[in-house]
């Protein structure tokens, strides 16, 4: 008997570039309709996010299947339901599929109605990842968001009326000027959403956006990160409590409600990045397009790669890239995975930042609510 191949699990992640409006935190590779030009159109975009589609399939279909796909950006849904589910058929048509493959779109509240859903739905996308960031007025407004309080969890509830299995939230807490009561009170809109996912993130202040030009100016204090281990822990005491379970240092879910689509990026699975900026992996390879939509949009127009810049990681880089990734994950590390010396175990014991559990019959490392709070300290260490 001739033995077939499994396919290698394949994600997707394709970016779309737009936004209504730039958040004042924001440093990903997107463009207001003003930051365009007349050379990019939106209502035609997709047809090239389409050709580097099939330029991928020509790479991959025949010994990989398609396991989540992952439309973010920007704002996804900008693009309406009629282009994202033709890029969902473009997926099928050009790809060996999973028959239970995730399907997920992010999406800001006031870029989305019910019609949409439904419609996004009937398309094959099975998860909706909405920005929510805060129910507080002015957090929203230091945030530069757009949306009303309340509008995020009525979008929640209305992409589970329309059908879809599994919707996340995402929260931003340490806004300078947040308060404990601010955050209390976005934690009483996710959960009265009835959300089956929340990622939770600290704000960081990148250099060159706005936020960090109102910083510089001293019109903002920048966030305490004492403030922000409390929100943390804030935030999972409230999740834990609701049946939530963390399985990420960032993320929560509900039982078999995890994005499988980040857990293949924090396992370094192989991706292929579709749109500008959007960055690949693949047997150590990673890879990266053009930025500008102009600039992709004349590649893939003319049949040429997209791709701007390549690197192959090395030994020693795969090795600290799955150490910084798998140890932020419930699950952590394999003992044996890591060189680190014994006494380094024991000293990261006794601060009381990692635990050593058998899970599957392996020893493994992993993290406590308090190493969570110090992963990157932790990661370091281990890594020296």
Same mark, same amino acid.
């Given at each position: 008997?001739i033995?077939?191949?499994?396919? #290698?699990p394949?994600?997707?992640?394709v970016h779309v570039?737009f936004c209504a409006?730039?958040?004042?935190?924001?440093d990903?590779?997107t463009?207001t309709? #003003?930051?365009?030009?007349?050379?990019?159109?939106r209502d035609?975009?997709?047809e090239?996010l389409?050709?580097? /589609?099939?330029q991928?399939?020509?790479?991959?279909a025949a010994? @990989?299947?398609v396991?989540?796909?992952?439309?973010?950006?920007?704002t996804?849904?900008l693009?309406?339901?009629?282009?994202l589910?033709?890029?969902?058929a473009? /997926?099928e048509?050009?790809f060996?599929? +999973?028959?239970?493959?995730?399907?997920?779109?992010e999406?800001n509240?006031?870029?989305i109605?019910?019609?949409?859903l439904?419609a996004?739905k009937?398309?094959g996308?099975?998860?909706?990842?909405?920005?929510?960031?805060?129910?507080a007025?002015?957090v929203? &407004?230091? %945030?530069?968001?757009?949306?009303?309080p309340g509008a995020?969890?009525?979008?929640?509830?209305a992409?589970r009326?329309? *059908?879809?299995?599994?919707?996340? %939230?995402?929260?931003?807490?340490g #806004?300078?000027g947040?308060?404990?009561?601010?955050?209390? +009170?976005?934690?009483d809109e996710? %959960?009265?959403?009835?959300?089956?996912?929340?990622?939770a993130?600290?704000l /960081?202040?990148?250099? !060159?956006?706005?936020?960090? =030009?109102?910083v510089?100016?001293g019109?903002?204090?920048?966030?305490d990160d004492?403030?922000?281990?409390?929100?943390?822990e804030l935030?999972?005491d409230? $999740?834990?409590?609701?049946?939530?379970?963390?399985y990420?240092?960032?993320?929560?879910a509900?039982p078999h409600a995890?994005? =499988? @689509?980040?857990?293949?990026?924090?396992r370094?699975?192989?991706?292929?990045?579709? *749109?500008?900026?959007? @960055?690949?992996?693949?047997?150590?390879?990673?890879?990266?397009n053009?930025k @500008?939509?102009h600039?992709?949009?004349?590649?893939?127009? &003319?049949?040429?790669?997209?791709m701007?810049?390549?690197e192959i990681?090395?030994?020693e880089?795969r090795?600290?890239e799955? $150490?910084?990734?798998?140890?932020r994950m419930?699950?952590?590390?394999?003992r044996?995975?890591l060189?680190?010396?014994?006494?380094?175990?024991?000293?990261l014991?006794?601060?009381?930042l990692?635990?050593?559990? +058998? /899970?599957?019959?392996e020893?493994? %490392?992993?993290l406590?609510?308090k !190493?969570?709070?110090?992963?990157?300290?932790?990661?370091? #260490?281990?890594?020296?």
């Amino acid at each position: 008997m001739i033995e077939i191949p499994t396919p #290698t699990p394949l994600s997707l992640y394709v970016h779309v570039p737009f936004c209504a409006s730039r958040c004042g935190y924001c440093d990903f590779n997107t463009y207001t309709a #003003t930051e365009l030009g007349d050379n990019v159109r939106r209502d035609t975009f997709h047809e090239h996010l389409i050709a580097e /589609i099939r330029q991928a399939a020509q790479h991959l279909a025949a010994d @990989h299947r398609v396991d989540t796909v992952f439309f973010g950006g920007g704002t996804p849904t900008l693009l309406g339901a009629p282009a994202l589910n033709q890029l969902r058929a473009a /997926i099928e048509d050009n790809f060996d599929v +999973s028959a239970d493959v995730e399907v997920t779109t992010e999406a800001n509240p006031d870029s989305i109605n019910q019609e949409m859903l439904e419609a996004l739905k009937q398309g094959g996308f099975t998860r909706i990842s909405l920005g929510m960031q805060s129910s507080a007025p002015n957090v929203l &407004a230091t %945030l530069e968001r757009t949306h009303t309080p309340g509008a995020s969890s009525a979008a929640a509830k209305a992409a589970r009326a329309a *059908g879809f299995e599994h919707v996340n %939230l995402d929260l931003i807490y340490g #806004t300078p000027g947040e308060t404990d009561e601010d955050l209390a +009170s976005s934690l009483d809109e996710v %959960l009265d959403a009835g959300v089956d996912h929340v990622s939770a993130y600290s704000l /960081i202040v990148e250099p !060159g956006t706005a936020l960090a =030009r109102r910083v510089q100016r001293g019109e903002l204090p920048m966030p305490d990160d004492d403030v922000a281990a409390d929100r943390y822990e804030l935030i999972d005491d409230r $999740l834990s409590a609701a049946d939530f379970d963390w399985y990420e240092v960032s993320n929560w879910a509900k039982p078999h409600a995890e994005c =499988r @689509h980040n857990i293949a990026y924090w396992r370094n699975s192989a991706w292929w990045g579709i *749109g500008p900026g959007a @960055h690949s992996h693949l047997h150590g390879r990673r890879w990266w397009n053009v930025k @500008h939509p102009h600039s992709y949009a004349q590649r893939v127009s &003319a049949d040429l790669s997209p791709m701007q810049d390549e690197e192959i990681l090395t030994l020693e880089q795969r090795t600290l890239e799955n $150490l910084m990734l798998g140890m932020r994950m419930k699950d952590g590390i394999a003992r044996t995975d890591l060189a680190c010396s014994e006494q380094t175990i024991v000293e990261l014991r006794d601060q009381q930042l990692i635990e050593q559990e +058998s /899970i599957n019959n392996e020893q493994r %490392l992993v993290l406590t609510r308090k !190493g969570r709070l110090l992963a990157d300290y932790v990661i370091r #260490t281990l890594a020296a």
